[in-house]
């Protein structure tokens, strides 16, 4: 939890384009709040969702790929297809 609350290196992708971008993850010292910030510039929220408000967490390797969107799993190295997670707020 700790990690998380400092920040946990990832890449983001942005849906529509599958444009990968170096982030962060974070969850607030609360642990009420979700983000994803630029690691360029970790001032800069790409993303944020209140915890309480997370519906789902897929990962394709358990959910498979119709939960994802198509141009995401393309642009995919097979050794990524393990770790590509979505959160649904």
């Given at each position: 939890?700790?990690?998380?609350?400092?920040?946990?290196?990832?890449?983001?992708?942005?849906?529509?384009?599958?444009?990968?971008?170096a982030?962060?993850?974070?969850?607030?010292?609360?642990?009420?709040?979700?983000?994803?910030h630029?690691?360029?510039?970790?001032?800069?929220?790409?993303?944020?969702?209140?915890?309480?408000?997370?519906?789902?967490?897929?990962?394709?390797?358990?959910?498979?790929?119709?939960?994802?969107?198509?141009?995401?799993v393309?642009?995919l190295k097979?050794?990524?297809?393990?770790?590509?997670?979505m959160?649904?707020?």
């Amino acid at each position: 939890a700790k990690r998380a609350v400092r920040g946990c290196r990832c890449e983001y992708m942005r849906e529509g384009v599958a444009q990968r971008l170096a982030a962060l993850y974070r969850v607030d010292k609360r642990f009420e709040l979700f983000s994803i910030h630029s690691a360029a510039d970790p001032n800069l929220q790409t993303v944020s969702c209140p915890i309480a408000a997370i519906q789902d967490i897929y990962a394709l390797v358990e959910d498979g790929e119709l939960c994802f969107p198509p141009e995401v799993v393309k642009a995919l190295k097979p050794e990524e297809r393990d770790l590509l997670l979505m959160v649904e707020c």
